[in-house]
T-cell receptor, first 116, second 112 residues
């Protein structure tokens, strides 16, 4: 358990409304990620962060923005939600194992978002 | 760019059957390879990993061998249980890269 929580766990909203999802970690890990999971697509990276105020785009970043004002929180915002953003959103953190060259990712429980 | 390909479609099999899920990859460098499992209603959990050619990752009766010559990392289990019903994702990470590339996942359903 890497101490990752996501809120809310479920949300239903209407097209055109802003939505913010929160990812919180308790262990001061540097790297944090936001993915979306859709049938037939697996997990696709939306945005990631490599430190406070340091973020970068993933493969499906259009329509999403992120912010990381402190190490423990990584926020994902849909400025104006659309039905195509109905999905399950997962947050993850990355931990480099001691003495290894790879990073292992640990995932939060997910947020199911429905945009009507 | 880096990519992972998993076999198409769900897998349905009977309890105690042999399970194989194919995974092949394309990478510019020398990646580390992973299998993640997602049980219903949960996030992904790391199942096993391999970081260099010919390494065998294993956990909970599952195994996968890093085959550089065939760029593959197939997942196998000799005798599945109903509790193995889940979605399985193959993934890779290039050395020194903190990003994962995932396959599309395979739903595995084990029938009693």
């Amino acid at each position: 358990d890497a101490g990752i929580t996501q809120s809310p766990r479920h949300k239903v909203t209407e097209t055109g409304t802003p939505v913010t999802l929160r990812c919180h970690q308790t262990e001061n890990h540097r790297y944090m990620y936001w993915y979306r999971q859709d049938p037939g697509h697996g997990l696709r990276l939306i945005h990631y962060s490599y430190g406070v105020k340091d973020t970068d785009k993933g493969e499906v970043s259009d329509g999403y923005s992120v912010s990381r004002s402190k190490t423990e929180d990584f926020l994902l915002t849909l400025e104006s939600a659309t039905s195509s953003q109905t999905s399950v959103y997962f947050c993850a953190i990355s931990i480099q194992s001691r003495g290894s060259s790879y990073n292992e990712q640990f995932f939060g429980p997910g947020t199911r978002l429905t945009v009507l | 760019g880096d990519s992972v390909t998993q076999m198409e479609g769900p897998v349905t099999l009977s309890e105690e059957a042999f399970l194989t899920i194919n995974c092949t990859y394309t990478a510019t460098g020398y990646p580390s390879l992973f299998w993640y499992v997602q049980y219903p209603g949960e996030g992904l959990q790391l199942l096993l990993k391999a970081t260099k050619a010919d390494d065998k990752g294993s956990n909970k009766g599952f195994e996968a061998t890093y085959r550089k010559e065939t760029t593959s990392f197939h997942l196998e289990k000799g005798s599945v249980q109903v509790s193995d019903s889940a979605v399985y994702f193959c993934a890779l990470s290039e050395r020194g890269n903190n990003r994962l590339a995932f396959g599309k996942g395979n739903q595995v359903v084990v029938i009693p």
